[in-house]
């Protein structure tokens, strides 16, 4: 193409020069030095002017396909949006029939606590829990009325220890290895589950805490029992809050800064 271009305004520019009666190539003249240099510039110009603007025409994409490519992205918005739109109307009537198998839970939900609490004034304790064990069928949680119970008295032992006297450290340690025991059947009740992840990291540093408490007392009563009490209870008062979590020990602790003439209650209790 470049080429015929090139050659066209060769035949253009010898027709050009012999109408206006030029001297051409074959007239050995002085002026076709010019000649040449002018059809250098014209071919120069062609090259730099028109061939890149050709080239141009022929990468530009067509109005017609522009249009096409707009039409088939708003084709595509509009199937997305419209996919969405009915994923939010699935979940409307989802949420709408959940709204109504719920609706009719609490109805029954409501007769078998009245019919509970109607009973607690007529039955016995038996009576009222029968009356409630109609409810775990049907809130589908709890399957099992009398494991649920003794898990749940299981539990409440456990932290009581952390507020009673615990007789003896090994006897702390026996009771976290039965706790760690039914941690997978707590698990299987989501109150009693949350309640147990909240005991565990106590009762396990419970034992590490007694032999704590146990050289801060001996520190207290023995090493300094000639300085003055005032600076002992300053030493136990900071002591507290590393105890927080265990009733018992602050129990102990309070009692050591009334009694600071008295000796370590944890003596005895560390095997």
């Known amino acids: 193409?470049?080429?015929?271009?090139?050659?066209?305004?060769?035949?253009?520019?010898?027709?050009?020069?012999?109408?206006?009666?030029?001297?051409?190539?074959?007239?050995?003249?002085?002026?076709?030095i010019d000649t040449l240099k002018y059809i250098y510039e014209i071919n120069k110009k062609i090259e730099e002017t028109v061939l890149p603007y050709i080239e141009s025409?022929?990468?530009?994409?067509?109005?017609?396909?522009?249009?096409?490519?707009?039409?088939t992205g708003d084709s595509t918005s509009?199937?997305?949006?419209?996919?969405?739109?009915?994923?939010?109307?699935?979940?409307?009537?989802?949420?709408?029939?959940?709204r109504t198998e719920d609706s009719t839970l609490i109805a029954k939900v409501k007769i078998t606590l009245n019919d509970a609490v109607n009973q607690t004034s007529k039955g016995s304790v038996n009576d009222v829990w029968t009356k409630l064990a109609g409810l775990y069928p049907l809130l589908n949680l709890y399957v099992n009325l009398e494991e649920y119970q003794q898990l749940s008295s299981?539990?409440?032992?456990?932290?009581?220890?952390?507020?009673?006297?615990?007789?003896?450290?090994?006897?702390?340690?026996?009771?976290?290895?039965?706790f760690t025991g039914k941690e997978s059947k707590f698990a299987t009740y989501q109150s009693l589950k949350k309640e147990a992840e909240t005991v565990k990291p106590i009762l396990s540093?419970?034992?590490?805490?007694?032999?704590?408490?146990?050289?801060?007392?001996?520190r207290y009563f023995v090493l300094w029992k000639n300085n003055p009490v005032g600076d002992r209870i300053a030493y136990l008062e900071g002591r507290l809050i590393e105890f927080r979590n265990y009733p018992?020990?602050?129990?102990?602790?309070?009692n050591a800064i009334e009694h600071p003439e008295g000796s370590n209650p944890l003596k005895n209790k560390l095997n």
Do not use: H
């Open 78 to 98: 509009l199937v997305e949006l419209n996919q969405q739109l009915q994923k939010q109307e699935e979940l409307r009537v989802k949420l709408q029939k959940q």
């Open 205 to 218: 540093a419970y034992a590490d805490k007694i032999q704590l408490l146990y050289s801060d007392f001996d």
């Open 154 to 178: 299981d539990l409440a032992s456990f932290k009581a220890l952390l507020s009673s006297d615990f007789k003896s450290v090994t006897n702390v340690k026996n009771q976290l290895t039965d």
């Open 1 to 32: 193409m470049k080429t015929l271009i090139i050659l066209f305004g060769l035949f253009l520019f010898a027709s050009c020069a012999r109408s206006q009666g030029l001297p051409v190539a074959d007239k050995k003249q002085a002026s076709s």
């Open 57 to 71: 025409l022929k990468t530009a994409k067509s109005p017609a396909k522009n249009w096409q490519e707009i039409r």
């Open 248 to 254: 018992y020990l602050l129990d102990l602790i309070f």
